[in-house]
């Protein structure tokens, strides 16, 4: 094939994978009144440093501020994180959290606060994370005027995209994390379809623009995929760091 039917071939071929995630219904006119309308749904409220905002009517929530019976240790055992005043807290050395449920993608809001006063310096300090299908980590850490590696700070998908900005807050002031994944898809025979995508945005800014990941995040190392199903559960990291969450809501996608 000469050169310019190659490049030919190659962009049809990103146009047509643009196509795909962006395609207009052709089963509908413009403007058309047949068209089924969106789900009315109640958007809930922002949150406030004092007060958790109320999730979107149609999420499902992990934790309400009450318990953690929505999670487990990866034994299946129940969990043992301290829950007090509305928010819970890592037990450093008591284990990762698993939600009981497994969740493709998704729309998920986490909220979290670090260790005030700070406590350690670089990863050592206020370490935690949200792990999407319990692999691919979106890093929590404090790294409010505090350095690490870029792609280990706060909101990194770890060891694989540093943020955009560092949009940290200082410790002890409540943080949000809104992430939209979209996991890998494999065909039947194991082999990667297409991979897994991250979103996010740190205290309302735009910190990872869907990024294709590599396969899941790891120390000093990047794995490669290995084919698993469409719905996993969520995980929160135990980095032997007191981090502190509230108001977790997911939004499955259709
Ligand atoms: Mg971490």
Known sequence: MKKTAVV????????????????V???????????????VIDAGTSSTQETPGRPPSDATVLFDGKDL???QHKDGNTAKWKVENGYFEVVPKAGQLYTRDSFGDCQLHVEFAEPS???GQDQDRGN???????????????SYQ?????????????????????????????QI?????????????GKLLRPARITAFHNGVLVQDNVELTGPTGHQQRPPYAATPEKLPLSLQDHNHPVRYRNIWIRELN
């Open 146 to 174: 505090s350095k690490t590696y870029a792609d280990g700070q706060a909101s990194a998908v770890y060891g694989q995209f540093p943020p955009q900005v560092n949009a940290s807050r200082p410790p002890g002031q409540w």
């Open 128 to 142: 935690s994370g949200v792990f999407l299908h319990g692999v691919y980590e979106v890093q929590v850490l404090d």
């Open 25 to 39: 219904d052709p089963k509908y006119q413009i403007h058309d009144r047949n068209r089924p309308l969106p789900p």
């Open 8 to 23: 030919s071939c190659l962009l049809l071929f990103v146009a047509a994978s643009a196509l795909a995630q962006t395609q």
């Open 117 to 119: 006063p700070a406590k």
């Open 177 to 189: 994390y809104d992430i939209i994944f979209h996991g890998p898809r494999f065909d039947s025979a």
């Open 69 to 71: 019976s929505k999670w």
